[in-house]
Nanobody, 121 residues
């Protein structure tokens, strides 16, 4: 099965930007619907964004719509999350996930170890 690895997290000031990446160390991402989820301390896992196999269809949580952009490059076997105008409430561990659907309601089969994003005010 595919193995996913996130990168690109870090500490940023409110209003700043980060770009997260997710690569597959084994397997091809092109076979999967992909999504980003996040989990803040003491809170439940939260849907962020999802993208279809071709990258044409996307869906975003209301809390990130207009600020975050999900994209994929199947040739590079990489999923991205461009995050702009970051807010302290975006602080969380971000996970990329893959499965046989591209839906905010789907239970994905594969996920990485996560990357920490911290936004300071």
């Amino acid at each position: 099965h595919v193995q996913l690895e996130e990168s690109g997290g870090g500490l940023v000031l409110a209003g700043g930007s980060l770009r997260l990446s997710c690569t597959a160390s084994r397997g091809s991402l092109s076979n999967y619907g992909l999504a980003w989820f996040r989990q803040a301390p003491g809170k439940e896992r939260e849907f962020v964004a999802t993208v279809s196999w071709t990258g044409v269809s996307t869906d975003y949580a209301d809390s990130v719509k207009g600020r975050f952009t999900i994209s994929r490059d199947n040739a590079k076997n990489t999923l991205y999350l461009q995050m702009n105008n970051l807010k302290p409430e975006d602080t969380a561990v971000y996970y990329c996930e893959g499965g046989d659907a591209a839906s905010r309601y789907h239970t994905y089969d594969y996920w990485g170890q996560g990357t920490q994003v911290t936004v300071s005010s």
